[in-house]
């Protein structure tokens, strides 16, 4: 199988639009909470007390947190082969073990679905975790490990109420339209555009006991 042609997929001027409407929502509570509480602290100084000075340094954490996995999920560093699983496990732990809302129950270290591991891989991991969380509307857990083929790895988001939202599968596979493409959908977009990208294979499907099955099919 000859290598992907990364110059085969384009993004235009909308998509790119979305994309950053899509980050700068999703940091903009975050970074609101850390202006307000030091505007709190400038006002009550000493009085302001343990809550707020708590609540600046959690908003700032889950900021960093989300900046430091959008970098890896879209940005050209993370198809570094140095970049390895269990770089993707803290960056994601780092998201979500402050709540528990969400938590992870795999191990980086252990059989993930490959003999010698893709270009990309933590990439397009990364994205397919992403992805399982927005399908736990009310938590619950992501597990990653070897699908029912060689080369296949299985992302499953299991929870309560656990769903695929809307038209996702749709903007996954890139059948969606770009001109009636919304912010909540460009996150699977771009993971579609990533794994055609990369040679990767890419779907989504419901599971069994309230879950989600993501699976991912390296490249051959």
């Not at 198809?79 to 803290?90: L, Q």
Request: charged share 20%.
């Amino acid at each position: 199988m000859a290598p992907p042609d990364r110059n085969a997929v384009t993004i235009d001027t909308a998509v790119l639009e979305l994309m950053a409407s899509k980050i700068c929502h999703d940091l903009i509570s975050p970074i609101g909470a850390v202006n307000n509480g030091v505007e709190f602290l400038e006002d009550m100084g000493a009085d302001a007390g343990e809550e707020v000075t708590g609540l600046i340094a959690y908003s700032a954490q889950q900021a960093s947190a989300k900046l430091q996995a959008y970098r890896m999920a879209y940005g050209a560093g993370g198809a570094d082969d140095t970049i390895k699983p269990e770089d993707v496990h803290k960056s994601i732990q780092a998201m979500v073990g402050a709540d528990k809302k969400i938590r992870q129950e795999w191990d980086p270290y252990g059989d993930l679905g490959y003999e010698d591991r893709p270009q990309a891989f933590a990439k397009m991991l990364i994205c397919a975790l992403l992805l399982g969380m927005e399908c736990l509307p009310k938590g619950g857990s992501l597990h990653v490990g070897p699908g029912t083929k060689s080369g296949q790895t299985a992302i499953t988001a299991r929870g309560a109420d656990a769903n695929i939202r809307g038209q996702t599968a749709k903007a996954l596979s890139l059948e969606m339209h770009r001109d009636v493409l919304e912010p909540k959908y460009i996150h699977p977009y771009i993971t579609g555009l990533l794994s055609r990208t990369y040679g990767y294979q890419i779907s989504i499907n419901t599971g069994e006991n309230e879950s989600v099955v993501i699976t991912l099919n390296a490249p051959a």
